[in-house]
């Protein structure tokens, strides 16, 4: 069985088209040692929970991306270290 998207239903009276968590954020700038900020960019099923992909600028306002992962959606594990990316097929990047 899926672990089921988290929702509120909209807040009473509001007439907006997107609303946010009452909690917000779910996840503080500083939940990992070396982050000045952190920014959800990417979340998805994956097996019985969720992963997703964060931007996090570290204190010297370096960005990176790290991958977490979380049981409910709401409460998250992000790595502590960046996903490393390795160079692939530049020749596809030549638009000559």
């Known amino acids: 069985m899926l672990t089921p998207i988290p929702w509120q239903e909209r807040p009473a009276g509001s007439k907006d088209i997107m609303w946010r968590y009452t909690e917000n954020p779910v996840i503080g700038r500083y939940d990992i040692p070396s982050s000045n900020s952190i920014f ?3 979340v ?6 969720f992963a997703g992909v964060f931007r996090c600028d570290n204190k010297r306002v ?5 991958a ?3 049981k409910d959606g ?12 390795v160079p692939g097929n530049t020749e596809m990047i030549d638009t000559g």
């Open 68 to 70: 977490g992962f979380s």
């Open 74 to 85: 709401i409460h998250w594990d992000i790595n502590h270290e960046p996903i490393k990316f």
């Open 44 to 49: 998805v099923r994956f097996g019985d929970g």
């Open 40 to 42: 959800n960019s990417a």
């Open 62 to 66: 370096q960005m990176n991306i790290f």
